[in-house]
């Protein structure tokens, strides 16, 4: 990584993600016989996100998805979340909102996602990523692409940049 990108990731104060396709196995949905989804998620993810937030991090999830699944993965990782949120704007004006109310700079923040509805995101911020599999306008917007797709590390990838 450039000594630009790594300037850039020790500003970070907020990491904000996308649910779906960020810390999620994208494309793919478990459905049981009484039409319960489920998703695969990185327990690497997970502690990435333990580790960056003990050094004061906050981290966020914004989602389109309205599975309850994203709180439920959110409430464990202890992480503020919204979803339900259908569009990129709707996206971006959360982000923005909750930066206001921290006092950061869109510099102080970091955005991972993985597809149209994330572009806005990616733009707006001080760090945009997306993940290996992302979507190839994300790959163009995102100030780095992780070696990890999508709920297989990528998360935990970017914590550790963000670390150092």
Known sequence: MSKKL???LKK???LALDFDGVMTVGGLVIVDQNGVESVICSRKDGLGIEMI??????????????NPTVEARCRKLGIKCWYGVDT???????LQTYATELKLKPEQICYGGDDINDLACLEWVGFGFTVADGHT??????????KAKG?????REVCDLILG
């Open 137 to 146: 306008l994300c790959k163009k917007k995102a100030a780095y692409v992780t």
């Open 88 to 94: 990129a704007d709707d996206k971006l004006k959360i």
């Open 12 to 14: 970070i104060k907020l």
């Open 6 to 8: 790594t300037k850039r």
């Open 53 to 66: 937030k003990k050094v004061g991090i906050t981290v966020v999830v914004i989602s389109k998805e309205t």
């Open 151 to 155: 709920g297989e590390g990528a998360v």
